[in-house]
């Protein structure tokens, strides 16, 4: 029993480090092909240039086979193990700029990544994150949904006004929140293809949430860039996912941390310390990727 749990947390951070990658994927392609392609063309001439590129149709693809990641480590292994995996997309990205944009990637920055990785793996390996297969009742999902989408929506109106970093930064918490519900909305659609089929599955209600909470933590994710800088509104995102993730994988999945005084104060240390990281490398990491068209050229 002990093997079998072994492996399925293995398969757990194994595709929660692909979805962490593919992720990082996705966002470099599709930045290099819009900016590369953005020559004063009006949005509906961009949109149909954007198409015909074969690097930005990679993005696509790379981004849905981070969704694909995301279910399976979702299935293999609890919330709160996969979702702080994700914050590592930051530190791959930092790999994509450095070797194959060929961007400079200041020592500082290098530091923060290594600080947000030593983080995270301290606040994992401190806490142990686990949790058996349980499957909520309907019911369960009533309060913790209703809560998270009424933090979002007060988030989200709280940033109708003031300046662009703080609306940033709260739609970026907004974001935050909403991609956590959306994970286990992910765990759940996922758990019911596996027990029912995936024509079994459009007659429960967890793939047409996984679809919703999709669409609004999109329109969330795009207005958080829209209005103020990104090294506002990522820290806040990056953040808040997992934070709000643990939250819902001990109140919906049973989840647990390892308990004690030492394990847990060494975890949310860590934990502390992966988030000064974060904040520090998106803060110093290039905001643009002015390499990419010398590369393109290669």
Not at 251 to 259: D, F, P, T, V
Request: proline fraction near 4%; charge should be positive.
């Amino acid at each position: 029993m002990h093997a079998v749990i072994g492996l399925d947390q293995g398969l757990a951070v194994l595709f929660g480090a692909a979805t962490a990658l593919s992720n990082a994927i996705a966002v470099a392609t599709q930045h290099i092909a819009s900016t590369r392609s953005a020559q004063r063309m009006k949005a509906w001439a961009l949109a149909l240039h954007l198409v015909r590129q074969p690097l930005w149709l990679f993005g696509w693809v790379a981004l849905s086979g981070s969704l694909v990641f995301q279910a399976l480590a979702l299935h293999f292994g609890p919330m709160s193990l996969v979702q702080p995996i994700l914050v590592s997309e930051l530190v791959m990205a930092l790999v994509l700029r450095q070797v194959w944009i060929h961007q400079a990637i200041r020592p500082v920055t290098w530091a923060a990544a290594l600080v947000t990785c030593g983080g995270l793996a301290t606040f994992l390996i401190a806490t142990s994150p686990s949790g058996e297969a349980v499957v909520p009742r309907t019911s369960t999902w009533i309060a913790p949904v209703a809560l998270s989408v009424g933090v979002a929506a007060i988030l989200v109106l709280a940033a109708l006004r003031g300046s662009p970093f703080r609306r940033a930064g709260l739609l970026g918490a907004a974001t935050g929140v909403l991609w956590a519900l959306e994970a286990t909305f992910i765990k759940a659609a996922t758990d019911t293809i596996a027990s029912l089929g995936l024509g079994g599955a459009f007659t429960r209600w967890p793939i047409y949430a996984f679809a919703i909470g999709g669409v609004l933590g999109l329109l969330a994710e795009q207005a958080a860039l829209h209005v103020g800088p990104l090294k506002v509104s990522q820290p806040f995102i990056v953040i808040v996912d997992p934070v709000v993730s643990v939250v819902l994988g001990v109140w919906l999945y049973a989840e647990h941390l390892r308990s004690g005084l030492v394990s847990s104060a060494l975890g949310w240390f860590g934990f502390a310390v992966m988030c000064a990281g974060v904040v520090v490398l998106t803060q110093s990491a290039p905001e643009t990727m002015s390499g990419e068209v010398h590369l393109l050229h290669h």
